[in-house]
Structures are given as structure tokens and as C-alpha cells.
Nanobody, 124 residues
Framework: QVQLAESGGALVQPGGSLRLSCAAS????????MTWYRQVPGRERDLVAT???????NYADSVKGRFTISRDNAKSTMFLQMNSLKPEDTAVYYC??????????????????WGQGTQVTVSS
């Protein structure tokens, strides 16, 4: 299986910046698309940004120009640089990854994994 661990969430003032990280570990054969989501209590989980293995990216309209997604394939890690943060960016941020992992028989099997989430609070 593949495990994901987010880090970097914190309390920050409006206009500030944060950098979130998502590290993958386990029996990884490949990591294809990696995605950041966020969720506010009582609402659905929303896509924030996604990055393909080759580096192509997509962003939610609400974060375009402020957030930048990136990844380090050698370290199986994804990042989200968040600038010009607004109170409406407050949420639990989750990372997700899809790809192949090695099963007990040494065969590649598809997976989709989620992290436990990291809290981002934007408030003065």
C-alpha cells in the first residue's frame, strides 16, 4: 500500500503564505496524478490543484495566481505554495495520489491513497 502524510498547516494572517507538503511512502511502483483538496466542515471536499507526473497542472479558479502546486518525483513528495491567503482559504487540506504499488506477489496494482489532512486557518 501507499501512505500519504501532509504537513505544513498552521494559523496565518490574511495576506500571508504557507507551504504544504505531502510525502508518499510504502511499496510504490509509480505515482501518476497527485492532487490537493480542501474541506470545510459541513461542505464537500473541493479540488484545489492537481499535477500530473510530467508536471502539467490545473487549479481551481479560486486559487489561480495565488497557489502553486509542484512535486519532486525523486522524493515522492508534492507541495502546495499558498500566497496571498484569504480567510476563505481556511480548511483542512488533503493530498491524494494515484498510481501503482507492488502487491505481496510483486505485481503492480492500481491504488488511490489519501492523507489524513492538515489544518490551514487564515485569520487575524
Amino acid at each position: 500500500q501507499v501512505q500519504l502524510a501532509e504537513s505544513g498547516g498552521a494559523l496565518v494572517q490574511p495576506g500571508g503564505s504557507l507551504r504544504l507538503s505531502c510525502a508518499a511512502s510504502g511499496s510504490i511502483a509509480s505515482i501518476n496524478t497527485m492532487t490537493w483538496y480542501r474541506q470545510v466542515p459541513g461542505r464537500e471536499r473541493d479540488l484545489v490543484a492537481t499535477i500530473a507526473k510530467g508536471g502539467s497542472t490545473n487549479y481551481a479558479d479560486s486559487v489561480k495566481g495565488r497557489f502553486t502546486i509542484s512535486r519532486d518525483n525523486a522524493k515522492s513528495t508534492m507541495f502546495l505554495q499558498m500566497n496571498s491567503l484569504k480567510p476563505e482559504d481556511t480548511a483542512v487540506y488533503y493530498c491524494s495520489a494515484e498510481g501503482l504499488h507492488w502487491n505481496d506477489n510483486g505485481e503492480p496494482v492500481a491504488y488511490r491513497s489519501w492523507g489524513q489532512g492538515t489544518q490551514v486557518t487564515v485569520s487575524s
